[in-house]
């Protein structure tokens, strides 16, 4: 369920970053270019957000 957010976000930061690397001579990353990448990083993310979301579960709940 999480995997359209997580998706979502690396295709903003790949863009982002596409923009950052357009000041040091870089070529820029097109919107739609970040988009399909996005697609294969976006289930890592996915599970590195579940991970973490997890933990902070467990903290909260005291057993980890």
Do not use: D, K
Not at 9 to 22: K, P, T, Y
Not at 23 to 28: C, D, R, T
């Amino acid at each position: 369920m999480l995997w359209p957010f997580a998706t979502g976000a690396v295709a903003i930061n790949l863009f982002l970053l596409g923009l950052i690397g357009v000041s040091i001579g870089l070529p820029a990353i097109p919107p739609v270019t970040a988009l399909w990448l996005s697609l294969p990083l976006g289930l890592p993310a996915t599970w590195a957000g579940a991970r973490w979301v997890t933990r902070l579960i467990a903290e909260a709940e005291g057993t980890g």
